[in-house]
T-cell receptor, first 118, second 113 residues
């Protein structure tokens, strides 16, 4: 079975350009997470969705970042305009939340998108 | 104080030794705890989860949880060079168990042949 799919795997862009990262979660999973990883800040949760609904976006750094999940099999993370400090590896992860309480489910990570903003 | 703290290392152990990785967390309401392994240039992969005080063993890995001390650890027995990676401690934030994880900075483990 295919894991979490992310595209593109690498992105190099210039400051001010719009960047769109894409994620296809594991089929049947109902929770989706976007993370950012840098050497300085480690792995940070940006936003997560449950049943396509954004539940917590408190990690989104500023208004330049937006995320959508139009259906259960697709999500995007958009940065507009991009800045050099956005350079990082962006991971998408998905999980299957079995009950209301949640919290014990395994998150499966995609391969990540390495973003470099010049 | 960081919400989840780990010693960044590197922790260097000889092949065959026991590697001990430690993690402390600040939210007393946390209920679920995870250890992820991340090889250089790769994505994190879950290796252990623990929810109750005490030890949980899986093969060469043992996770230990002490909620009173807000402390989680991972022991790797008979360490192999293939265990060389960064180990991330993750904690489910808050009592609502919403699935939101807070990760530590990770501890880099080097197992020398």
């Amino acid at each position: 079975d295919a894991g979490v799919i992310q595209s593109p795997r690498h992105e190099v862009t210039e400051m001010g350009q719009e960047v769109t990262l894409r994620c296809k979660p594991i089929s049947g999973h109902n929770s989706l997470f976007w993370y950012r990883q840098t050497m300085m800040r480690g792995l940070e949760l940006l936003i997560y969705f449950n049943n396509n609904v954004p539940i917590d976006d408190s990690g989104m750094p500023e208004d330049r970042f937006s995320a959508k999940m139009p259906n259960a099999s697709f999500s995007t993370l958009k940065i507009q305009p991009s800045e050099p400090r956005d350079s990082a590896v962006y991971f998408c992860a998905s999980s299957l939340r079995m009950d209301i309480a949640g919290g014990k489910e395994t998150q499966y990570f995609g391969p990540g998108t390495r973003l470099l903003v010049l | 104080q960081k919400e989840v703290e780990q010693n960044s290392g590197p922790l260097s152990v000889p092949e065959g030794a026991i590697a001990s990785l430690n993690c402390t967390y600040s939210d007393r309401g946390s209920q679920s705890f995870f250890w992820y392994r991340q090889y250089s240039g790769k994505s994190p992969e879950l290796i252990m989860s623990i929810y109750s005080n005490g030890d949980k063993e899986d093969g060469r890995f043992t996770a230990q949880l002490n909620k009173a001390s807000q402390y989680v650890s991972l022991l790797i027995r008979d360490s192999q060079p293939s265990d060389s990676a960064t180990y991330l401690c993750a904690v489910n934030k808050g009592t609502s168990n919403t699935g939101k994880l807070i990760f530590g900075q990770g501890t880099t483990l080097q197992v020398k042949p």
